[in-house]
């Protein structure tokens, strides 16, 4: 404690000088500043500068990353060049590390790497200007981001109580798999068609004027069998909800030998799939709702995207025939899509939900507990797990995760699941970021901005404070599963949200649920032909059929069933 303030003073007396502490000096060659230009990214460059040490040879240490993974520091920095030399040292109080400060490294060799994620300055439209990583078409991993760079991996002895400093060059941008050619952007990637998947993305205007420059929508459509053959049939459409989908088929739709057998056998009602490549310059994904912080998404989606998408493929704009699917954050994004949207969507399919009631925000109870990382007995204080196995084990607990996400990015610029969250739940602060739902250092909770998570994302209280208006156009058209050992403790909210569902009347909820004993992340149901498996895809998808098949309005043409 003593030794830490310290240097704290020593850095403050005697700016720049740091021969009593190890410290690493990056540097950024003018090559990879202009390549970062030549991308379309600002220059000079605005972002954070991370130092990675891992022992392990095998990857590059920025690969190793995570709550569970090797040390890093970072730093941010401003307006840097080729003649600019970022110092990251201890007692810097501009740098942020996890887990371990770097005096508590222990000596020995280490195979050291820099990194730099990218910026890019958003003029938003409500009057905040805010320094943000912009997607790139990677889904906000800015380990691995396109536009980022990096250092060569350079192998050096390092020993915390001996000062010394530690030269490292960022040389190497990362680069798209594809040729940027004019007019193209980086944002929701660029992928090329396939007979069967196509790939669309479009600008959005409303999202656009939010963040004060163009900013894109993408879909992976996979179209149904017979779709060139048949000019004259509309289909039914899955919006299958979930991360970003990358260039692949739509999230969860991994075509084996037995979804191609659904996917092409007599009998079966055909639909088109659709996952939305919707990543922001907080996550992987907008979460399919309008944001304070993240945007006009929701109405994006709704208003202009769909729309489009309908325009442009045979498909059925009918509530009926867009059913909606997804797990874990894509459970959470089809359930509040169909309570948002409760006159756009039809029959929805919602898996391992995140938080659905945040009276167990995961573990936490954001409106009677005092902190988020403790639970507090009086004389004993227990950290508060975030992850577990299916026996029970804890994996990491809800303040490591958010120490790794505020060493990753102050400021909800993590790209970090606790960071998402807030930049979707909460509202804008002072400084143009979102009001944190706690304090990330100590845990303490902000009562005011858990009010607010309430009246606008808590999807339990919703349901149950608007039952008179959104009831009669969702009975019986929502189905919820989750395993009782879910890994991250989602199903403790949906026990709340079965339990008020229950007591719904006029008209009665006929909300469905399936709990999995054992079950943790990622589990959807039983097998209906094997009562030892998990349900599969093509399981899902015949009984999805089924259901259309039965449920289908009276008078509408059935050609999709061929």
Same mark, same amino acid.
């Given at each position: 404690?003593?030794?830490?303030?310290?240097?704290?003073?020593?850095?403050?007396?005697?700016?720049?000088?740091?021969?009593?502490?190890?410290?690493?000096?990056?540097?950024?060659?003018?090559?990879?500043?202009? %390549?970062?230009?030549?991308?379309?990214?600002?220059?000079?460059?605005?972002?954070?500068?991370?130092?990675?040490?891992?022992?392990?040879?095998?990857?590059?240490?920025?690969?190793? %990353?995570?709550?569970?993974?090797?040390?890093? *520091?970072?730093?941010?920095?401003?307006?840097?060049?080729?003649?600019?030399? #970022?110092?990251?040292?201890?007692?810097?109080?501009? &740098?942020?590390?996890?887990?371990?400060?770097?005096?508590?490294?222990?000596?020995?060799?280490?195979?050291?790497?820099?990194? @730099?994620?990218?910026?890019?300055?958003?003029?938003?439209?409500?009057?905040?200007?805010?320094?943000?990583?912009?997607?790139?078409?990677?889904?906000?991993?800015?380990?691995?981001?396109?536009?980022?760079?990096?250092?060569?991996?350079?192998?050096?002895?390092?020993?915390?109580?001996?000062?010394?400093?530690?030269?490292?060059?960022?040389?190497?941008?990362?680069?798209?798999?594809?040729?940027?050619?004019?007019?193209?952007?980086?944002?929701?990637?660029?992928? %090329?068609?396939?007979? *069967?998947?196509?790939?669309?993305?479009?600008?959005?205007?409303?999202?656009?004027?939010?963040?004060?420059?163009?900013?894109?929508?993408?879909?992976?459509?996979?179209?149904?069998?017979?779709?060139?053959?048949?000019?004259?049939?509309?289909?039914?459409?899955?919006?299958?909800?979930?991360?970003?989908?990358?260039?692949?088929?739509?999230?969860?739709?991994?075509?084996?030998?037995?979804?191609?057998?659904?996917?092409?056998?007599?009998?079966?009602?055909?639909?088109?799939?659709?996952?939305?490549?919707?990543?922001?310059?907080?996550?992987?994904?907008?979460?399919?709702?309008?944001?304070?912080?993240?945007?006009?998404?929701? %109405?994006?989606?709704?208003?202009?995207?769909?729309?489009?998408?309908?325009?442009?493929?045979?498909?059925?704009?009918?509530?009926?025939?867009?059913?909606?699917?997804?797990?874990?954050?894509?459970?959470?994004?089809?359930?509040?899509?169909?309570?948002?949207?409760?006159?756009?969507?039809?029959?929805?399919? &919602?898996?391992?939900?995140?938080?659905?009631?945040?009276?167990?925000?995961?573990?936490?109870? @954001?409106?009677?507990?005092?902190?988020?990382?403790?639970?507090?007995?009086?004389?004993?204080?227990?950290?508060?797990?975030?992850?577990?196995?299916?026996?029970?084990?804890?994996?990491?607990?809800?303040?490591?995760?958010?120490?790794?996400?505020?060493?990753?990015?102050?400021?909800?610029?993590?790209?970090?699941?606790?960071?998402?969250?807030?930049?979707?739940?909460?509202?804008?602060?002072?400084?143009?970021?979102?009001?944190?739902?706690?304090?990330?250092?100590?845990?303490?909770?902000?009562?005011?901005?858990?009010?607010? *998570?309430?009246?606008?994302?808590?999807?339990?209280?919703?349901?149950?404070?608007?039952?008179?208006?959104?009831?009669?156009?969702?009975?019986?058209? &929502?189905?919820?599963? #989750?395993?009782?050992?879910?890994?991250?403790?989602?199903?403790?909210?949906?026990?709340?949200?079965?339990?008020?569902?229950?007591?719904?009347?006029?008209? #009665?909820? =006929?909300?469905?649920?399936?709990?999995?004993?054992?079950?943790?992340?990622?589990?959807?149901?039983?097998?209906?032909?094997?009562?030892?498996?998990?349900?599969?895809?093509?399981? *899902?998808?015949?009984?999805?059929? =089924?259901?259309?098949?039965?449920?289908?309005?009276?008078?509408?043409?059935?050609?999709?069933?061929?």
């Amino acid at each position: 404690m003593f030794r830490k303030g310290f240097v704290a003073l020593f850095v403050i007396l005697f700016v720049g000088f740091t021969a009593f502490s190890l410290t690493f000096e990056v540097s950024m060659s003018q090559e990879a500043i202009d %390549t970062v230009a030549s991308l379309g990214l600002e220059t000079p460059i605005n972002g954070r500068v991370f130092v990675i040490v891992s022992k392990d040879s095998s990857s590059e240490p920025s690969m190793q %990353t995570d709550v569970r993974g090797v040390p890093f *520091w970072g730093k941010d920095v401003f307006k840097m060049t080729s003649e600019s030399v #970022v110092k990251i040292s201890d007692g810097d109080m501009a &740098v942020a590390g996890y887990p371990i400060d770097l005096s508590d490294l222990p000596a020995g060799e280490y195979f050291v790497q820099a990194l @730099i994620n990218v910026y890019t300055t958003f003029n938003r439209a409500d009057g905040h200007t805010i320094l943000m990583h912009d997607d790139t078409g990677d889904g906000q991993w800015f380990w691995e981001s396109i536009g980022n760079a990096t250092s060569k991996t350079k192998k050096v002895y390092l020993d915390p109580a001996n000062p010394g400093s530690v030269e490292l060059a960022i040389t190497e941008v990362i680069m798209p798999d594809y040729d940027l050619e004019p007019g193209m952007v980086l944002q929701q990637g660029n992928y %090329t068609d396939t007979e *069967w998947v196509k790939y669309v993305k479009i600008k959005s205007d409303v999202v656009s004027e939010f963040w004060g420059k163009d900013m894109y929508i993408g879909a992976n459509v996979l179209l149904p069998e017979g779709y060139y053959d048949n000019p004259d049939v509309y289909y039914p459409v899955i919006y299958y909800q979930g991360h970003f989908p990358g260039g692949g088929a739509p999230v969860g739709f991994r075509v084996d030998n037995d979804v191609y057998k659904f996917w092409t056998e007599d009998g079966n009602a055909r639909f088109i799939a659709v996952s939305f490549r919707d990543a922001t310059p907080y996550y992987d994904t907008s979460y399919s709702v309008d944001s304070e912080n993240s945007g006009p998404y929701g %109405t994006a989606i709704t208003e202009e995207f769909i729309p489009y998408l309908e325009s442009q493929f045979r498909m059925i704009p009918e509530k009926w025939a867009r059913v909606l699917a997804g797990g874990s954050t894509g459970g959470w994004e089809a359930l509040a899509m169909k309570v948002f949207y409760p006159d756009f969507f039809g029959r929805t399919y &919602v898996w391992y939900p995140d938080a659905v009631d945040f009276n167990y925000y995961q573990l936490i109870n @954001i409106y009677n507990d005092d902190n988020a990382y403790y639970s507090d007995f009086g004389w004993v204080k227990t950290e508060r797990p975030s992850a577990r196995d299916t026996h029970g084990n804890i994996r990491f607990t809800v303040k490591q995760e958010n120490y790794y996400e505020m060493a990753a990015g102050p400021s909800n610029r993590s790209g970090g699941q606790w960071s998402v969250w807030e930049s979707t739940y909460s509202p804008v602060g002072v400084d143009g970021f979102p009001q944190p739902i706690w304090d990330q250092i100590t845990g303490e909770i902000n009562k005011d901005v858990a009010e607010y *998570w309430k009246e606008n994302f808590d999807l339990n209280y919703i349901l149950q404070e608007n039952w008179e208006e959104i009831g009669p156009k969702i009975a019986g058209d &929502v189905h919820v599963a #989750v395993g009782d050992m879910d890994n991250y403790y989602l199903n403790e909210a949906v026990y709340l949200l079965k339990a008020a569902m229950e007591k719904m009347e006029n008209p #009665v909820s =006929d909300m469905t649920f399936d709990f999995g004993p054992n079950q943790g992340h990622g589990w959807k149901g039983w097998s209906p032909t094997d009562p030892n498996k998990a349900l599969a895809l093509q399981e *899902w998808l015949l009984q999805l059929s =089924d259901y259309m098949k039965e449920n289908v309005p009276e008078g509408v043409e059935t050609d999709w069933i061929y």
